[in-house]
């Protein structure tokens, strides 16, 4: 495989439900994202991770948990979560910060 | 904070009718400035990066150009499959990750 492979694709989840989304790169990129995409609302950046440290955490709530065990792989772990949560999730990776490759993305629905 | 803001938020061209989509941005220290392309239920697919003000990348019918405030991504003769959103993104000197803006939505009419 090659690129930047999320699963699931789909994912429908109660709010006492805990889940977790999984990301995997194959491009041997030393940083890796992950971002959520809303309708009418531009991308926004939830953490970053770079060399398995996590650098960023844009005031993300505590509900979304990421893990990084190593750099290639990278989980968002979810748990009670709101239907304002519904939206694409998406990972990306990057070496040295610069020029970003993004999975297909996760399309998450709380109900 | 850095800031992304794009224009027109929709775009309805005839096949064959050239167009420009604009993204005009405020960063501190620009890192680079990205351009990608989003087709429903996809991820972004990237298209251009651009480092620094005057400098211009062409691909197929695409040409991306910049200044120090804004962006212009010219789209010449689109056929039917251009048809996507166009994401306009920057990283700043002191980002880790990239600030995007809404997107253009594009659609081209056979």
């Known amino acids: 495989e090659t690129g930047v492979t999320q699963t699931p694709r789909h994912l429908v989840m109660g709010m006492t439900n805990k889940k977790s989304l999984k990301c995997e790169q194959h491009?041997?990129?030393?940083?890796m994202y992950w971002y959520k995409q809303s309708a009418k609302k531009p991308l926004e950046l939830m953490f970053v991770?770079?060399?398995?440290?996590?650098?960023e955490n844009n005031s993300v709530p505590s509900r979304f948990s990421p893990e990084c065990p190593n750099s290639s792989h990278l989980f968002l772990h979810l748990h009670t979560l709101q239907p304002e949560d519904s939206a694409l999730y998406l990972c990306?990776?990057?070496?040295?910060?610069?020029?970003?490759?993004f999975g297909s993305g996760t399309r998450l629905t709380v109900v | 904070e850095d800031q992304v803001t794009q224009s027109p938020e929709a775009l309805r061209l005839q096949e064959g009718e050239s167009s420009s989509l604009n993204c005009s941005y405020t960063?501190?220290?620009?890192?680079?400035l990205f351009w990608y392309r989003q087709d429903p239920g996809k991820g972004p697919e990237f298209l251009f990066t651009?480092?620094?003000a005057g400098e211009e990348k062409e691909k197929e019918r695409l040409k991306a150009t910049l200044t120090k405030k804004e962006s212009f991504l010219h789209i010449t003769a689109p056929k039917p499959e251009d048809s996507a959103t166009y994401l306009c993104?920057?990283?700043?000197?002191?980002?880790?990750?990239?600030?995007f803006g809404k997107g253009t939505h594009l659609i081209i009419q056979p």
């Open positions: 990306a990776s990057s070496q040295d910060l610069v020029g970003y490759t």
């Open positions: 491009l041997g990129h030393n940083a």
């Open positions: 991770y770079n060399f398995k440290e996590q650098t």
């Open positions: 960063v501190s220290g620009l890192r680079g």
């Open positions: 651009l480092y620094s």
């Open positions: 993104a920057v990283q700043g000197g002191g980002a880790d990750g990239l600030t």
